[in-house]
């Protein structure tokens, strides 16, 4: 990333969109198929590697029903309702 043309990158939600949603839309987009998004980039947190983990707390717990770990201050957070 550091060499031209780039010189680096970043990605940030778009206006408009609700990061909550989004974030856990992408943690499973399918409902037929058994693919899960973990990853900063779908996270509240982008850049940053609590992003990834907040994203893979949302899969284990709403996806694979584990319950979070003692050390973990907050649950995932729940899909906002409209």
């Not at 990605?11 to 856990?24: E, F, K, P, Q, V």
């Not at 694979?64 to 729940?78: D, I, R, T």
């Amino acid at each position: 990333w550091s060499d031209d043309p780039f010189g680096g990158g970043v990605h940030l939600w778009n206006i408009g969109y609700r990061s909550t949603d989004a974030m856990n839309q992408m943690t499973k987009p399918r409902d037929d198929f058994p693919c899960y998004v973990t990853g900063e980039a779908y996270s509240q947190g982008q850049t940053w590697v609590e992003g990834a983990l907040q994203t893979a707390e949302i899969v284990l717990q709403r996806h694979f029903g584990l319950a979070p770990p003692p050390w973990l201050k907050k649950p995932a957070p729940e899909p906002e309702t409209p």
